[in-house]
């Protein structure tokens, strides 16, 4: 029966192709392939003729390893595939991370090339980069769109440079106050920091909890110490202004700055014992394991420390975030850093440059802000946020915790940066003077002479 069925076809065929053959006026057959073929053909043909840009990412990690990724990796999946019909959004992730982006960058510079658009994830090329003149300008877009510019936040300020531009801005930001065990200050009777009103209320907690015998906090000669000394510099108009000079002052022999570093030695860091201060570096994170272990009072540490609540021994209920206190009676203050982010070649066209802005535009809206915060992937820089409606849809523990961390930060009265973004190479020298004023054999005058001479040698 199929040999039958066969030969009839192939007798049809036979005769379809002389009747074309002879001149037939007839239609010509056209298969079900052929058509899927010629729209194929179209549909790229149409792709072809639409702008194309390269969008590079530090992302790769496989969903097993990190969630988060997964995650950034459907953003902008979604953004290239709701605008396919407008241009070709070519997203890759780029697995040296980072920091790999940046030095490609650096070599790409030197032989006159750069990146379509890029997210350097911290990582500073805007300097050299604008100084070849390799990237564009985004402050121009930012300054004639007000729901961008609050989708940027605090990247708007922070990145304005000298000259009045703005080369980046990032859809994340590393906010920082700290946490508490809210069940440890109970046991010490101590006010706990959402009822602090200055920081002489601090000073009475860290006393009521040593006279407890319970250790108010875990440091070391490094990042969690920087976080507290760049918090109390928040404190006043004039301890501000010093603080946010920076990496320009030309002394360190500033009244603000010595009282800042008297507070660190004589109210926190002589407060603690030898064992509860750690020699500092990334391999140092005593300070974090002993208090989600329920060992210490307080972690200085930023909003995406949240996740460290899950299953910890101190108990997830007891686990709070704060923001730092002022001497401005009820005023608080946050370290909100931006940084380095997306940035845009000045090598693209019209037509491309403006898919380039909508996809940073699309990155800081309210709507990507929130599902970055929802998700647990950090704080977003977006003033945008409906934190009420985000503690709302929230359900697990650590979420809401970063949902709340997250609004603090974002409602503080003063927001700053790091003490790194600040302060640059000085932030080294400072930090190694944590040890001796600790024990003593450093005054807080060695300390200034010591910084200024660092500023003469670096002169």
């Not at 072809?48 to 969630?67: R, V």
């Not at 708007?156 to 920082?176: F, H, K, M, P």
């Not at 920076?246 to 570093?261: P, R």
């Not at 380095?340 to 898919?355: I, N």
Request: glycine share 10%.
């Amino acid at each position: 029966m199929k040999k039958k069925l066969i030969s009839l076809f192939l007798c049809a065929s036979l005769a379809a192709s002389m009747l074309v053959g002879c001149g037939s006026t007839e239609e010509p057959v056209t298969t079900e392939v052929e058509e899927a073929t010629e729209e194929v053909a179209t549909t790229e043909e149409v792709a072809s003729e639409l702008p194309t840009i390269t969008f590079t990412h530090g992302y790769y990690h496989d969903e097993s390893e990190w969630p988060a990724a997964a995650e950034m990796r459907a953003i902008y999946q979604e953004f290239a595939d709701a605008h396919a019909d407008e241009f070709n959004f070519v997203v890759v992730a780029d697995e040296s991370g980072a920091e790999g982006i940046y030095n490609t960058a650096l070599n790409d510079l030197g032989a006159g090339s750069f990146y379509d658009i890029a997210d350097f994830g911290g990582w500073n090329i805007t300097p050299v980069a604008a100084a070849a003149g390799a990237i564009v300008d985004l402050k121009p877009y930012l300054d004639e769109d007000a729901a961008f510019k609050a989708g940027v936040g605090v990247c708007y300020d922070q990145n304005l440079t000298e000259d009045g531009a703005i080369y980046s801005v990032r859809e994340q930001i590393e906010g920082v106050g700290f946490w508490y065990n809210e069940a440890l200050f109970a046991q010490a009777g101590a006010k706990v920091p959402s009822e602090w009103s200055t920081w002489a209320d601090f000073d009475a907690a860290v006393d009521a909890l040593v006279a407890a015998g319970i250790t108010p906090f875990g440091l070391n000669a490094g990042w969690p110490t920087n976080i507290l000394l760049a918090g109390y510099s928040q404190r006043s108009e004039a301890s501000r202004a010093f603080y946010e000079g920076g990496a320009t002052v030309e002394s360190f022999d500033d009244e603000t700055f010595k009282a800042s570093m008297e507070f660190m030695q004589k109210n926190v860091l002589q407060k603690i014992d030898a064992a509860n201060f750690g020699p500092g570096g990334d391999s140092d994170e005593a300070y974090r394991s002993e208090f989600f272990a329920g060992n210490t009072a307080m972690l200085f540490n930023g909003v995406w420390d949240a996740g460290g609540s899950v299953g910890c021994e101190a108990g997830a209920e007891n686990i709070k975030p704060a923001v730092f206190p002022t001497d401005e009676a009820g005023k608080t203050a946050a370290l909100l850093s931006g940084g380095c982010g997306f940035v845009v070649g000045s090598h693209l066209d019209e037509a491309q440059t403006a898919a380039a802005i909508e996809f940073i535009k699309y990155m800081t809206s309210p709507e990507i802000a929130a599902r970055i915060i929802e998700k647990g992937i950090g704080m977003a820089p977006s003033t945008e946020v409906d934190y009420d409606a985000l503690a709302s849809v929230v359900t697990t523990d650590d979420a809401k915790l970063l949902v709340e961390a997250c609004r603090l930060c974002q409602n503080a009265d003063y927001q700053a940066l790091g003490l790194g973004n600040t302060f640059g190479d000085a932030e080294g020298e400072i930090q190694a003077k944590y040890a001796g004023l600790k024990d003593g054999s450093k005054t807080v005058e060695d300390v200034v002479a010591e910084l200024n001479d660092f500023l003469a040698a670096a002169e």
